[in-house]
């Protein structure tokens, strides 16, 4: 059950503790039976109207260390695994409480909300700790925590919703906004009007913000309001205010792999990932063997489904999808002559599993814009990455040696192979599978082929269709070798 200091009880027995109650109880019992009842503790005594006792913050004990959990600049979906791993140690170690730090301008909502949905269920006191700005998602986290102090010269509010354009997001999510603040305002017992006027300027709180203008809370301000609990110069005098001065305090950082997901799902990474992994197997698909192109475009490909899974964007079914969209790809390319159906359903469910690996499991319109425009974007980058291989590295020093420049031609000194113009229109039987390529017999003569069609099984008649570039193409034909003979006799 989760922890709370956030308001008093109203009722009048507060602060009567279980031994209270019994000896009241057994008060009552004795005048009943007429028995003797001690001085001054008669029923009105110990039933009388009590001023209540607001909870207090819980004490440092012997040992206890505070957690402390810093979140600066833009709030990225790397961010809610890390704070997800801080309230968990620092329940586990049974620290009197957790010390969010806030100096964030704002980030992605998606990920707000999962740290707020974090917040709300810890089992450890959290308090809010405005060191400059809680802005826009920034606030949002700091009413989810159970308590606010802010720095002198500090700000919170401004949270409407924008674009990745920059514009106000539509109705529609400054709407889910508005709800998601009032109430978190209704559980801190603060005027639900406060924490909308956060989000929605057309919202008026009198004597706090006009209509028309959009609610940011400077410090003195925010404390005024009730908004912020009080006002400290650092973290001492916060740990003084809740009654927590002895207590070490230990800061969690994130660790090596949640900063490697909060990089590799940072919008500028991610479509260069996708950039890498699609040129790595573009690449691989024309060359006739696994190597360093084809490793690199499967690293970064996991490196893309891997960081989004663990911030809970790409599920097991986007990883399936884009599996299953590759399969159809490679069976076009290298199987089925052309580009068909197969291509165009592979090619689809790719970028679908790369946009949808980029938004949540409830997508707004934006999201999926975004998610989009990023993958367009990789697909750019893989045109000019393409365009810029083919045209230039055969030109590099560095690589002119894995390029032929020089002309091999009969006029320089080179012999190609004989002309084979006299097979064109022989009847041969296939000695191998053509897969595309084979050998077959034609004439008596072993010679490799290439099939025009669909593949063919060994000892397939074929026909010679034409003789070009060292290359002898056939097809299937109607009728072999020795019904042929057998005809013409």
């Given at each position: 059950?989760?922890?709370?200091?956030r308001?008093?009880?109203?009722?009048?027995?507060?602060g009567?503790?279980?031994p209270v109650?019994?000896l009241g109880?057994?008060?009552v019992?004795?005048?009943?039976?007429?028995g003797?009842?001690?001085?001054g503790?008669?029923?009105?005594?110990?039933?009388a109207?009590?001023?209540?006792v607001a909870?207090s913050?819980p004490s440092a004990q012997s040992?206890?260390?505070?957690?402390?959990v810093p979140?600066?600049g833009?709030?990225?979906?790397?961010v809610?695994p890390?704070v997800?791993?801080a309230?968990?140690?620092?329940?586990?170690?049974?620290a009197?409480a957790?010390?969010?730090?806030?100096?964030?301008?704002g980030?992605?909502?998606?990920?707000?909300?999962?740290?707020?949905?974090?917040?709300r269920?810890a089992e450890?006191?959290?308090?809010?700790y405005v060191n400059?700005r809680?802005?826009?998602a920034g606030?949002?986290?700091a009413?989810?925590?159970d308590?606010?102090?802010?720095?002198p010269g500090?700000?919170?509010g401004?949270?409407?919703p924008?674009?990745g354009?920059g514009?106000?997001a539509p109705?529609k999510m400054?709407?889910?906004?508005?709800?998601?603040?009032?109430?978190?305002?209704?559980?801190?017992g603060?005027d639900?009007l406060?924490?909308e006027?956060?989000v929605d300027?057309s919202?008026?709180?009198p004597?706090v913000?006009?209509?028309?203008?959009l609610?940011t809370l400077?410090?003195?301000?925010a404390t005024?309001i009730?908004?912020?609990?009080?006002?400290v110069?650092?973290l001492?005098e916060?740990?003084e205010?809740?009654r927590?001065?002895a207590?070490p305090?230990?800061?969690?950082?994130?660790?090596?792999?949640?900063?490697i997901?909060?990089?590799l799902?940072?919008?500028a990474?991610a479509?260069?990932?996708?950039?890498?992994g699609?040129l790595?197997?573009?690449v691989?698909?024309?060359?006739?063997?696994?190597g360093v192109?084809g490793?690199?475009?499967?690293a970064s490909?996991a490196a893309?489904?891997?960081?989004?899974?663990?911030?809970?964007l790409?599920?097991i079914?986007e990883?399936?999808?884009?599996?299953?969209?590759a399969?159809l790809?490679a069976?076009e390319v290298?199987?089925?002559p052309?580009f068909g159906?197969a291509g165009i359903l592979?090619?689809?469910a790719v970028l679908g599993?790369?946009v949808?690996?980029?938004?949540?499991q409830?997508?707004?319109?934006d999201?999926?814009?975004?998610a989009?425009?990023l993958?367009?974007?990789?697909?750019?980058l893989?045109?000019?990455?393409?365009w810029a291989?083919?045209?230039?590295?055969?030109?590099s020093?560095?690589?002119?040696?894995l390029f032929?420049r020089d002309s091999?031609?009969?006029?320089?000194?080179?012999?190609?192979?004989?002309p084979r113009e006299?097979?064109?229109?022989?009847?041969?039987?296939?000695s191998?599978?053509l897969r595309?390529t084979?050998v077959?017999?034609?004439n008596?003569?072993?010679?490799?082929?290439?099939?025009e069609?669909?593949?063919l099984?060994?000892?397939?008649p074929i026909?010679?269709?034409?003789?070009a570039?060292?290359?002898?193409?056939?097809?299937?034909a109607?009728?072999?070798?020795?019904?042929?003979?057998?005809?013409?006799?």
């Amino acid at each position: 059950m989760r922890y709370t200091t956030r308001r008093a009880m109203k009722s009048p027995m507060t602060g009567l503790s279980a031994p209270v109650l019994a000896l009241g109880l057994a008060v009552v019992a004795a005048s009943a039976s007429g028995g003797p009842v001690p001085p001054g503790l008669g029923v009105g005594a110990v039933f009388a109207p009590s001023t209540p006792v607001a909870p207090s913050a819980p004490s440092a004990q012997s040992g206890a260390t505070v957690v402390r959990v810093p979140i600066s600049g833009t709030i990225e979906l790397g961010v809610a695994p890390f704070v997800a791993r801080a309230l968990s140690e620092a329940a586990e170690s049974g620290a009197p409480a957790v010390i969010i730090e806030l100096d964030t301008p704002g980030g992605r909502v998606d990920a707000a909300w999962k740290i707020i949905d974090d917040l709300r269920d810890a089992e450890v006191p959290t308090y809010a700790y405005v060191n400059r700005r809680a802005l826009s998602a920034g606030a949002m986290i700091a009413l989810a925590t159970d308590r606010i102090y802010m720095r002198p010269g500090s700000t919170i509010g401004a949270a409407t919703p924008v674009t990745g354009e920059g514009e106000k997001a539509p109705e529609k999510m400054v709407s889910a906004m508005r709800s998601e603040f009032r109430a978190l305002a209704e559980e801190r017992g603060l005027d639900p009007l406060v924490a909308e006027a956060m989000v929605d300027e057309s919202i008026e709180v009198p004597g706090v913000s006009e209509a028309g203008r959009l609610l940011t809370l400077t410090t003195d301000e925010a404390t005024a309001i009730g908004v912020a609990d009080a006002e400290v110069r650092d973290l001492i005098e916060l740990l003084e205010v809740t009654r927590l001065p002895a207590a070490p305090v230990r800061e969690i950082q994130p660790n090596w792999a949640e900063a490697i997901v909060r990089f590799l799902t940072n919008p500028a990474v991610a479509p260069l990932l996708l950039s890498l992994g699609f040129l790595g197997l573009i690449v691989e698909v024309r060359t006739p063997s696994f190597g360093v192109a084809g490793a690199v475009g499967l690293a970064s490909l996991a490196a893309f489904f891997g960081a989004h899974h663990l911030v809970h964007l790409a599920g097991i079914e986007e990883i399936l999808l884009f599996g299953a969209g590759a399969v159809l790809i490679a069976l076009e390319v290298l199987v089925i002559p052309g580009f068909g159906i197969a291509g165009i359903l592979g090619t689809v469910a790719v970028l679908g599993a790369a946009v949808m690996g980029m938004v949540g499991q409830v997508p707004t319109f934006d999201q999926v814009f975004n998610a989009a425009g990023l993958v367009s974007l990789s697909i750019i980058l893989v045109g000019v990455a393409g365009w810029a291989l083919v045209r230039h590295l055969p030109r590099s020093n560095r690589f002119s040696g894995l390029f032929l420049r020089d002309s091999t031609s009969r006029e320089t000194g080179y012999l190609s192979v004989p002309p084979r113009e006299d097979l064109v229109g022989e009847l041969g039987v296939t000695s191998t599978d053509l897969r595309p390529t084979g050998v077959a017999i034609i004439n008596d003569e072993r010679i490799h082929v290439v099939t025009e069609g669909p593949w063919l099984e060994a000892g397939t008649p074929i026909r010679v269709l034409e003789v070009a570039s060292g290359r002898v193409l056939v097809r299937r034909a109607k009728q072999s070798p020795e019904s042929e003979h057998r005809n013409e006799a």
